[in-house]
Nanobody, 130 residues
Framework: QVQLVESGGGLVQAGGSLRLSCTSS????????LGWFRQAPGQEREFVAT???????????YYSDSVKGRFTITRDNAKNTVSLQMNSLKPEDTAVYYC????????????????????WGQGTQVTVSS
């Protein structure tokens, strides 16, 4: 079993920054995708960013078009954490952000799909005011 706990959400003005962190415990996730999704009120949960194991110490990082260039995902396996640095925040970034982990090595076509992830954190609220 895997437990994921997020922290770092809050209220920020447009243009500001926030850093989210997620700590995992339980099963080792070194070779599996670990990333972030978000869900705004009345919307479906959507992909934000994730990391995919490429062998050795290498990971590829993937971002949704809406956050590319503004958000940066960082993974630290020694600390069992994945972080999301969010810069130039916009009101449309307002959502509950969820950390997610998969128990499978995902292929490219499934890396951003909600259904590909088996473990979820409880979520942390991010609110960006205009």
């Amino acid at each position: 079993q895997v437990q994921l706990v997020e922290s770092g959400g809050g209220l920020v003005q447009a243009g500001g920054s926030l850093r989210l962190s997620c700590t995992s415990s339980g099963r080792t996730l070194t070779e599996y995708p670990l990333g972030w999704f978000r869900q705004a009120p009345g919307q479906e949960r959507e992909f934000v960013a994730t990391t995919r194991y490429m062998g050795g110490y290498a990971y590829n990082k993937y971002y949704s078009d809406s956050v590319k260039g503004r958000f940066t995902i960082t993974r630290d396996n020694a600390k069992n954490t994945v972080s999301l640095q969010m810069n130039s925040l916009k009101p449309e970034d307002t959502a509950v952000y969820y950390c997610a982990a998969s128990s499978s090595r995902l292929i490219m076509s499934t890396i951003s799909k909600t259904r590909s992830y088996d473990y979820w954190g409880q979520g942390t609220q991010v609110t960006v005011s205009s």
